[in-house]
């Protein structure tokens, strides 16, 4: 049994590594391409956030692979450090997504008209899908806030993950 836990501790701290080397490894992906930056300019703005929201289903996977490990290893400290960065995150990408629409609109009238619609629908499939992640990352801080909570009054990482009640038997 002992021999079961501590391979099951290390796949967990090994979820650890693998999500946060996704996460390194996305951040350098999103940051190298975009040097030197140009904030004052929207066509370098409007590129930069949808590239970079085209990075996020990884970024979410690598992050779900970090709060399996946290929930698993009953890491309360961590999974409730990790809900506060997702809830700044959720603020950050509502201010970023503001600045891109505006910039969308401000691109938009700047070329051709043949060359509209392609971005006028790209602008709402980034603005879409900041929306789903501003709703992930505060979905993710609610639950990190409530597993913690559930978990010091005694119940296992097993049950957190599983959605069960200690004690109860599966069906």
Do not use: C, K
């Not at 970024?59 to 997702?86: M, P």
């Amino acid at each position: 049994m002992a021999s079961d836990l501590s391979r099951t501790r290390g796949a967990l701290a090994a979820l650890y590594a693998i999500g946060f080397l996704m996460l390194i490894d996305q951040a350098a992906s999103i940051v190298a391409p975009l040097m030197p930056f140009q904030l004052g300019n929207p066509q370098w703005r409007f590129g930069a956030f949808g590239m970079a929201m085209g990075h996020t289903s990884t970024v979410l996977f690598a992050d779900t692979l970090i709060v399996v490990a946290a929930v698993g290893l009953e890491h309360r400290t961590w999974l409730r450090t990790w809900g506060a960065i997702h809830l700044l995150m959720a603020a950050v990408v509502g201010v970023l997504t503001a600045i891109f629409l505006l910039d969308g609109v401000q691109v938009r009238a700047q070329v051709q008209p043949a060359g509209r619609t392609p971005i006028l629908l790209n602008t709402a499939r980034v603005g879409l899908l900041s929306i789903f992640v501003m709703a992930v990352s505060i979905w993710l801080m609610v639950f990190a806030w409530r597993s913690t909570r559930r978990a010091s009054r005694g119940a296992g990482g097993g049950a957190l993950l599983l959605g069960t009640q200690p004690g109860a038997g599966a069906s």
